[in-house]
C-alpha cells in the first residue's frame, strides 16, 4: 500500500495540530477526510489521534424519520452545555450524494448554536467510503473524541441494519419514538428495542403518546420474559416522555443517560463496551483490506469480474466464484512472502 | 470448512426437490435456512438452486416506516396476480430477534393471498446471518427465482444503507413517498432518491401529496442540473400517485414498471444489471468467508481479541490493530499452501 507523499503528510500533521488546538475550520477538513475515506489519509489521522481519545463519553440517539431526533439532538446539545459540557454530534446521514442533504442539514442545525465554541455539529454521508458509515463514523468520533468533546453524539436513522450497528456501540444509546408513525407492529419493525439503553418518547404533546409508552412498556415485559431485557443486575431501560420543539423533559433524558452511565460504571460494562467498539472497528478495517486488495490487484479484480460474469449467466455458482477469488488472494498472500 | 454430513445433505436435498415440486412448505424452510446462514447449508442450497435462476423478475419496494409500503406491495402483488403472473415477495425486515415482528408481519400479511399458490410472501430478519440482510437478500430472490416465480419483489426499509444498497440491485427500485412524513430536507434525508426507478406518491388522497410531488420533481431537476438524472438515452424516473388501501393508481404504477423493464432490455442495462448483482454477491461472500476464517481460526481470533483490548486502552491503533489480524491470516494461507 502507497504511503501519503512528505508534503501531505506535513500537511496533515499541520491539520491536527490545528484540530488539537480546537480550531473549528481544521475540524471540518479532517471530519471530510474521514468521510472522503482514502485508506492512507485516513490511517495518518488514525495513528496520531487514537492515542489521545478514550475520554469521551459516546452517545447514540437513534430512531426513525420524523420522530424529531434532529430536534431533540440539538436540545440534547443544549442541555449538555448548560451543565458545562462540551458536545460534538455526527449526524449521520444516509444521504444522496446531489442531494445536497448533508451540508443543508448542518446549516440548519447550526443555528442556535453557532456562536459557541462548545458545540459542533456535523452530518455526515458515507459517500466514497469502501466500509460506509460502519468504518467512517467510529473514526469520526474518535477525531471528536481526541479534539477534547466531552459528550460525543451520534445520531442515526435507526432502521437500517449498519445505523443499528453503529448505534450499538455507544456507551448509551437513545431510542427515540413518537405518537403517529404506524401501528405497534410497526414498532415491532423498529428494529431497535435490543439497542436502546434509553426511550425517548417524543411529541409527548400529542395524542397517542401515552398509548405508544404502554406499548413500548408491553414490549420490554415480553422482552423480559425472553431472557433478552432486565435480566438480574442488568439495566431496565426507563422511558422518559419529551417535546423536544419546547425542551420539555430533556434535563430527564440527560438524567436518565447519566444513570445509565453510572450504571456502566458500576458493573464494569463500560470496559466491556469500549474493547467491544474497538473490536468492531478493527474487524472492520480488516476486511476494507480485504476489499482493498481485491479492488487494486489487478488480477484479483479481474478473477471478480469474470466470475460475476459466469455467475450471471448462471453457469458458476456464487460461492465457487468466491472460492476462485479468495483462491488468487492467497495465492498473493504466498508470493508476497 | 467442514461440509455437512451425507444425511442432511440427502435430507436438504429432498427439501429441494420438494421446492422445484412447487411446495410451499419446503419453500418456506429453505427461506429459513438462508436466513439462518449456515455457511455449509447455503452453499449447498446455492449451489442446486442457482443454475436454475435467472428467469424472474426482480423488483425493489423501497421506503420510510410509515409510507406504507406494505400495503402497496400486497396491492401489486395482486394486481400482477390479475396479470396471472405468480409472484414472491421477501420484505426485510430488521426487527428484534425478540419482538417476533417478521412471524406476525407473515401472518397479517397473507391475509387476502393465503388460498392463492401463485403468491408467496415471507419477511426475513437478518438473524444469526453472519453478513446480515445485504448477503440473505440475494439468496433468498435467488431461492425463489429458482422456484420458478415470474416476478420476485424485494420490500425494504429504504433509510438504511445495506437496504438501500439491496433495492439498487433490483431491475426496478419502485421508491415510496407519502405526505405528510416531514419537509422537504427529510426528504432529502432519505438517500433513495439516486436508486429510484419509480417514485410512487402514496397515501395521494391526502393533503400534500400535490406538495410532495412537485418537491420531488424538483429533486429530480436538480438531480438532472447536476448530471445524476436524466443524461441522454437515460431513464427519468416518472411519479405515480397511489392510494394502495383501495389499490388506486397500482395498475399505472405497474405499468411505470413495465416500462421500465423494457428501457433495461432496449439499452442492455438488465444484462449489466445481472453482473453488477453476481459482483456484490461474490464479493460479499469473499468478505464472509474472511470473517469466518477469523472467528473459526483460534490464533486470528485470539489475535484480535488481544489486539481489540489493546486498541481500547489506546496502546495500539486500529489500523496498526488491522495488519496483525491481516498478517496472522495471511501467514495461514502459506502455512496452507
Redesign the interface.
Known amino acids: 500500500v502507497p504511503a501519503i507523499d512528505d508534503d501531505a503528510r506535513a500537511d496533515l500533521d499541520d491539520l491536527l495540530d490545528q484540530v488539537l488546538a480546537g480550531r473549528r475550520r481544521a475540524l471540518a477538513r479532517v471530519l471530510t477526510t474521514v468521510e472522503d475515506g482514502d485508506p492512507e489519509r485516513?490511517?495518518h489521522v488514525?495513528?496520531r489521534l487514537?492515542?489521545?481519545?478514550?475520554t469521551a463519553r459516546i452517545l447514540g440517539i437513534t430512531g426513525?424519520?420524523?420522530v424529531g431526533k434532529s430536534t431533540l439532538t440539538n436540545a440534547v446539545a443544549a442541555h449538555l452545555r448548560s451543565l458545562d459540557r462540551t458536545v460534538g454530534v455526527i449526524a449521520v446521514?444516509?444521504?444522496?450524494?446531489?442531494?445536497?442533504?448533508a451540508l443543508?442539514?448542518d446549516r440548519?442545525r447550526m443555528q442556535g448554536h453557532h456562536a459557541d465554541e462548545g458545540v459542533y455539529i456535523r452530518s455526515m454521508?458515507?459517500r466514497g467510503h469502501l466500509g460506509?458509515?460502519s468504518l467512517a463514523t467510529p473514526q469520526a468520533v474518535m477525531v471528536l473524541d481526541a479534539a477534547g468533546f466531552d459528550d460525543v453524539v451520534v445520531e442515526t436513522?435507526g432502521?437500517?441494519?449498519?445505523?443499528?450497528e453503529v448505534a450499538a456501540t455507544a456507551d448509551t444509546t437513545v431510542v427515540v419514538m413518537a405518537p403517529g408513525?404506524?401501528d405497534s407492529?410497526?414498532a415491532?419493525?423498529?428494529?431497535?428495542?435490543?439497542v436502546a439503553d434509553v426511550f425517548a418518547v417524543n411529541k409527548a404533546d400529542q395524542s397517542g403518546a401515552g398509548k405508544l409508552e404502554s406499548e413500548l412498556r408491553g414490549?420490554l415485559e415480553?422482552?423480559h420474559a425472553?431472557g433478552?431485557?432486565g435480566g438480574e443486575g442488568t439495566w431496565w431501560p426507563p422511558i422518559v416522555r419529551t417535546v423536544a420543539v419546547r425542551g420539555e423533559g430533556i434535563p430527564e433524558l440527560v438524567a436518565a443517560i447519566d444513570e445509565h452511565g453510572d450504571h456502566l460504571a458500576a458493573t464494569g460494562r463500560a470496559?466491556d463496551l469500549?474493547?467491544?467498539?474497538?473490536?468492531q472497528?478493527?474487524?472492520q478495517?480488516?476486511?476494507?483490506?480485504?476489499?482493498q486488495r481485491?479492488a487494486g490487484d489487478g488480477d484479483a479484480a479481474d478473477a471478480?469480474?469474470a466470475?460475476?460474469?459466469q455467475?450471471?449467466?448462471?453457469?458458476l455458482?456464487?460461492?465457487?466464484?468466491?472460492d476462485r477469488?479468495?483462491d488468487m488472494?492467497?495465492h498473493r498472500?504466498?508470493d508476497?512472502?
Chains 1, 2 share one sequence.
Open positions: 485516513l490511517r488514525v495513528g487514537h492515542p489521545l481519545g478514550g426513525s424519520p420524523g446521514d444516509p444521504s444522496s450524494p446531489f442531494s445536497g442533504g443543508l442539514g440548519v454521508a458515507a460506509g458509515l436513522v432502521v437500517g441494519q449498519s445505523e443499528v408513525m404506524g407492529i410497526q415491532a419493525k423498529a428494529g431497535v428495542l435490543e414490549m415480553m422482552g425472553a433478552a431485557v470496559d469500549r474493547v467491544r467498539r474497538a473490536e472497528v478493527v474487524a478495517l480488516v476486511l476494507d483490506r480485504v476489499r481485491v471478480l469480474a466470475a460475476s460474469r455467475v450471471a449467466d448462471r453457469s455458482d456464487p460461492y465457487a466464484a468466491a477469488v479468495l488472494l492467497d498472500a504466498r508476497g512472502a
